[in-house]
């Protein structure tokens, strides 16, 4: 529903496309700025009528800021990039651009909202404090199986990961866009496997250039294919290849939903805000 067919008392209902200025664009996010009063399984039950992988639940706080909540049709996360950017932007059109604080469930993240030269506004939201470990070998195995891919599909250069940047995610380096492209896994195996495991996402790349990678997020957790663009798996793979590569590029370029028909821009900024990772990116609203 949105604020033309809310009934009385019920929430209203924003829908924005985030990472892209075109409403068809990026990952499109519900956002809900006065969640005060819902219960979890009222904002469950939004998230699933929405729709989409993930619905921000905002709630203004009397000491100052937002404490938030993110909801997939299936269940809470505890961190969402994407609606985290669009629901600032949402903000913003209302209250004017700034900075804002977010309370989330994993920790607090500063979000700055500006005018972009280009026109329209742009999010820019600061993770919580990353980290990067090991992924096990049989796990690995296992993963690579329920996606359909062979060891040799991996990039010797970017070793698999899990990056933690507020939700975790699996890294795989894909050592071509082909085997990047060809997306066809087991949803139920693969969604029973993250759950063990406790991953939010997988994070699929493939390295176009030192500084531009092309990347992709299966989201069976969240009962979505794929996640056409994810803010909180950008920012742990900005962790990992700064953990990874201590010379990487201070500015990454990322590139997502463009095998969804869906493209969207990422920037992932390694440089002030170390150990946390900046992500940035433009929001529009959905008519």
Known sequence: MTSDDAAPGDPEILRYAAFATDPAGGNPAGVVLDAGGLSTERMLAVAAAVGYSETAFLTADPAGGYAVRYFSPLAEVPFCGHATVASAVALAERVGPGEYLYRTAAGEVPVEVT????????????????????????????????????????????????????????VLAAATRERLARLDYDFDGLAAHMTARDLTTVQLVWRAAPDVFHVRDPFPVGGVVEDPATGAAAAAFGAYLRELEPAAPAVLTLHQGEDLGRPGLLRVDLRSAAPRVRVSGAAVAIP
């Open 115 to 170: 005018e972009d030269p280009a026109g329209g506004l742009r999010a820019t939201l600061t993770s919580v404090e990353p980290h990067v470990t090991e992924a096990g070998a049989a796990d690995v195995a296992e993963a690579l199986a329920l996606l359909g891919w062979a060891p040799e599909d991996l990039d010797p250069a970017l070793p698999p990961r899990v990056a933690y940047a507020g939700a975790r995610h699996l």
